[in-house]
Each structure stands twice: as structure tokens, then as C-alpha cells.
T-cell receptor, first 115, second 113 residues
Framework: AQKVTQAQTEISVVEKEDVTLDCVYETRDTTYYLFWYKQPPSGELVFLIR??????QNEISGRYSWNFQKSTSSFNFTITASQVVDSAVYFCALSEAQDDYKLSFGAGTTVTVRA | SQTIHQWPATLVQPVGSPLSLECTVE??????LYWYRQAAGRGLQLLFYSVGIGQISSEVPQNLSASRPQDRQFILSSKKLLLSDSGFYLC????????????FGQGTRLTVV
């Protein structure tokens, strides 16, 4: 069963628009971690953020913000005032204590920001 | 600071040929090491991981194998490549605790023809 679902396959926006990427996860573990990674056209995955299951505090880093809601098992990512350099594939991932903390990735969302 | 090196960047191999992809990590000791594969337009699939020298865990039965001959070296191999082995292979390392984020190499794009 898919542990991480990213329902949006592709999103296209015009520069300066906000874009929100959805991530829904599934786990029975009480101890788990959630991550977001960015994969630019070069292919290397770039780590963006980690959140643990005991910390539901939302976070903002520059134009990026993350909304973690355990009640809905969601960990959504918003890019504010998008820029062309934000064009990439974004992956949400889950690691669970009961699964030796192995990273399970969603299918990814391709974001295209048009000038 | 820690760095991860993965090579080659691209590889075109005929069906039935052997494969050897290498990954090394610098600046840390006893890292947790991972091999992932990304098929075109799809997410990442964990293939192998290692928590120490000679310790390899396989996630998906397949045509590939992995080895860790040294603390910071992780090798992905195949004796005979199949067309279905084509994809983007990524090596990653993680510090202890394993709960923390993984850092990825630049990847190898393998095309089996």
C-alpha cells in the first residue's frame, strides 16, 4: 500500500503566484518523520525540511511554508510568490520507527513556473 | 562538511552486460547508505540499504545486488542487465540517528539498450 500520496501530478503556475503541494501519509506508528525534497532538472534531490510526529508546529522558511496536520494525516507545502527557479519535482517522504526509518517517497509533483 | 560522490553520471549499456555503480561518502564515519531507483516520471524506489560494512538489506528482489566493501563505499552491481533496469539511480547517506534526513548524490542515468 502506498504510504505517501501526492495526488497532484503536475501543477503549472505563472510567476508570483502561490502554489500548494498536497501530501497525505498513512501510518500506524506513533513515531515517524515527514520530509520534503526538491528535484531540479539536474536530478539531485535536495532536502528541504524534516518534521517529526510530535511536532505539529508549522514552519516558514523564506517563501516556503509547511502545514503539518496529524488530524488529517497531511503535510502540505506552499511556495509563496513562485519563481521560475522553483520549477522542479517535489517529493514528500515518510519514515517510520517500525520500518527502521526507511524513507518512503510519494510519486512526486512536477511544478512548472512560467515567466 | 560531508559530501557524497556518485559515478558515472550517465551510462548506456547493452542488455546482458554487467553493471557497477559506485558511491562514496566523505566527511563522516559509519554512515547509513542507500540505493534508490527512479523510473521515468515516477517516484523513488528503495533498492538496498546498509548500516555497516558487509551489511546489506535488500528491499526488492531483482536483477541487482549491492555491496559495501568499505565504511564509506557502496556499490550497486548486476551480472546481466535487463531492459527494465533502465532508470535513474541515486545513492544516499544518512547519519545516525537514521530518523534524520538523507542526503543524495547526483545520480546515474542508466539506459539499457
Amino acid at each position: 500500500a502506498q504510504k505517501v500520496t501526492q495526488a497532484q501530478t503536475e501543477i503549472s503556475v505563472v510567476e508570483k503566484e502561490d502554489v500548494t503541494l498536497d501530501c497525505v501519509y498513512e501510518t500506524r506508528d506513533t513515531t515517524y518523520y515527514l520530509f520534503w525534497y526538491k528535484q531540479p532538472p539536474s536530478g539531485e534531490l535536495v532536502f528541504l525540511i524534516r518534521r517529526n510526529s510530535f511536532d505539529e508546529q508549522n514552519e516558514i522558511s523564506g517563501r516556503y511554508s509547511w502545514n503539518f496536520q496529524k488530524s488529517t494525516s497531511s503535510f502540505n507545502f506552499t511556495i509563496t510568490a513562485s519563481q521560475v527557479v522553483d520549477s522542479a519535482v517535489y517529493f514528500c517522504a515518510l519514515s517510520e520507527a517500525q520500518d527502521d526509518y526507511k524513507l518512503s517517497f510519494g510519486a512526486g509533483t512536477t511544478v512548472t513556473v512560467r515567466a | 562538511s560531508q559530501t557524497i560522490h556518485q559515478w558515472p553520471a550517465t551510462l548506456v549499456q547493452p542488455v546482458g552486460s554487467p553493471l557497477s555503480l559506485e558511491c562514496t561518502v566523505e566527511g563522516t564515519s559509519n554512515p547509513n547508505l542507500y540505493w534508490y531507483r527512479q523510473a521515468a516520471g515516477r517516484g523513488l524506489q528503495l533498492l538496498f540499504y546498509s548500516v555497516g560494512i558487509g551489511q546489506i538489506s535488500s528491499e526488492v528482489p531483482q536483477n541487482l545486488s549491492a555491496s559495501r566493501p568499505q565504511d564509506r563505499q557502496f556499490i550497486l552491481s548486476s551480472k546481466k542487465l535487463l531492459l527494465s533496469d533502465s532508470g535513474f539511480y541515486l545513492c544516499a547517506w544518512r547519519d545516525t540517528p537514521r530518523a534524520h534526513e538523507a542526503f543524495f548524490g547526483q545520480g546515474t542515468r542508466l539506459t539499457v539498450v
